[in-house]
C-alpha cells in the first residue's frame, strides 16, 4: 500500500503535560514518520476554521477556547496506512471509553482535552494537511 500522510495535533493539555516525546515515540514505534511539525498557539479563527465541521454542536465555542489555552504541535505523520494507524493509537475520543495502553487513555484529561487529534479519513487528511502546512506540500 502506497505511504499516507495524516494529520496530528498535540493539543495544548498533553504540551502542558510535557509528554511530547513520549507520543512521538509511541508513534514511530509502530512505523509512522514524522515529515513536518510545528509548534503554535492557535488563533480563534484557525481553531475555529480547522474544526468548522463541528460549529454547530454544543462544545464548540468550549473546544475552541481549550484548543487555543497554549501552544499545540501540529505534525504530518506518513506510512502505510497512517491514517487508521494514528487513530487507532488515539484511542477513542472519550478517554474513559479509550484502550488501555492509547495516547488517549494515557494522557487524555476529558472528552475536550483529549491530548491529540488525528485526521479522520483521507480528504480530512488532504484539507487538514493543506490548512497547516500549504507551503511545505
Ligand atoms: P479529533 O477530530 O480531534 O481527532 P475525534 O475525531 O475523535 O477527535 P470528533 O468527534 O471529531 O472526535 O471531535 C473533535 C474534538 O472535539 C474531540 O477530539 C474533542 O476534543 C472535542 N469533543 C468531541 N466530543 C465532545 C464532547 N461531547 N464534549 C466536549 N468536547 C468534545
Ligand atoms: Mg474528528
Known amino acids: 500500500m502506497a505511504a499516507e500522510q495524516t494529520l496530528a495535533i498535540i493539543k495544548p493539555n498533553a504540551v502542558k503535560k510535557n509528554v511530547i516525546g513520549k507520543i512521538i515515540a509511541m508513534a514511530e514505534d509502530i512505523g509512522l514518520h514524522m515529515t513536518a511539525a510545528r509548534m503554535k498557539t492557535l488563533s480563534s479563527d484557525e481553531a475555529e476554521g480547522f474544526y468548522a465541521e463541528h460549529r454547530e454542536r454544543p462544545f464548540f465555542g468550549s473546544l475552541s477556547k481549550f484548543m487555543t489555552s497554549g501552544p499545540v504541535l501540529l505534525i504530518v505523520f506518513e506510512g502505510d ?16 471509553k479509550a484502550a488501555p495502553g492509547t495516547i488517549r487513555k494515557l494522557y487524555a484529561d476529558s472528552i475536550e482535552a483529549n491530548s491529540t487529534h488525528g485526521s479522520e479519513n483521507k480528504e480530512a487528511a488532504r484539507r487538514e494537511v493543506g490548512f497547516f502546512f500549504l507551503e511545505e506540500f
Open 81 to 96: 496506512n497512517a491514517i487508521e494507524k494514528w487513530r487507532k493509537l488515539m484511542g477513542a475520543t472519550d478517554p474513559a
